[in-house]
């Protein structure tokens, strides 16, 4: 089975500072993992994904991410927050694809609030 | 590419009425689909696997008969809700595996469905 725990459902950052987002996970394989954006009423954008490659992720929007086996982590961060960062944000995991295809299990969830 | 499209994207109806929801890819071809359910300040939870040709695979706890799901083209997946009440009242996302694409999966706009 899998989990992830997302630390902290709210983050308030203030516009510029360091935005980190910490996500926790469990798996029995090697896991896919991913973070993904969901703006209100929205469908989920992939913001990026480690697939066994490099450890340090980039993705879009200036965000990336560490895959740290020994921690089992694979916290966000944004070096400068943006008021359009303000969204909720997941964290996912899944199995290397194979027979159950990319069935994601999420966390929680953490809604980030940018302050001016 | 692999753009997913859900169509309606908001719905309301009566209790007791049926509602259908598609889910399909536009520019690829799709053997899997999944469909989540996001309550309100809640994460996602997978509701059932869907696979072409096939029956799907329902999550525990998620009704199979309540929750109609036909993946009947490699494009296409709709989730009927059967007899819905107020508290089916949620917002539910597919997403879809492209085969091409393996590594992820892309997730449609979402749909909020109200019941009144």
């Known amino acids: 089975a899998q989990s992830v725990t997302q630390l902290g459902s709210h983050v308030s950052v203030s516009e510029g500072a360091l935005v980190l987002l910490r996500c926790n996970y469990s798996s029995s394989v090697p896991p896919y993992l991913f973070w993904y954006v969901q703006y209100p009423n929205q469908g989920l954008q992939l913001l990026l994904k480690?697939?066994?490659?490099?450890?340090l992720v980039k993705g879009i929007n200036g965000f990336e991410a560490e895959f740290k086996k020994s921690e089992t982590s694979f916290h966000l961060t944004k070096p400068s927050a943006h008021m359009s960062d303000a969204a909720e944000y997941f964290c996912?995991?899944?199995?290397?694809?194979?027979?159950?295809?990319?069935?994601?299990?999420f966390g929680g969830g953490t809604r980030v609030l940018v302050k001016p | 590419g692999a753009v997913v499209s859900q169509h309606p994207s908001w719905v309301i109806c009566k209790s007791g009425t049926s509602v259908k929801i598609e889910c399909r890819s536009l520019d690829f071809q799709a053997t899997t689909m999944f469909w989540y359910r996001q309550f309100p300040k809640q994460s996602l939870m997978l509701m059932a696997t869907?696979?072409?040709?096939?029956?799907?695979?329902?999550e525990q706890g998620v009704e199979k008969d309540k929750f109609l799901i036909n993946h009947a083209s490699l494009t296409l997946s709709t989730l009927t809700v059967t007899s819905a009440h107020p508290e089916d009242s949620s917002f539910y996302i597919c997403?879809?595996?492209?085969?091409?694409?393996?590594?992820?999966?892309?997730f449609g706009q979402g749909t909020r469905l109200t019941v009144v």
């Open positions: 869907s696979n072409e040709g096939s029956k799907a695979t329902y």
């Open positions: 996912a995991v899944s199995r290397p694809r194979g027979a159950a295809g990319n069935k994601l299990t």
């Open positions: 997403s879809a595996d492209a085969v091409a694409l393996n590594t992820e999966a892309f």
């Open positions: 480690y697939t066994s490659a490099a450890t």
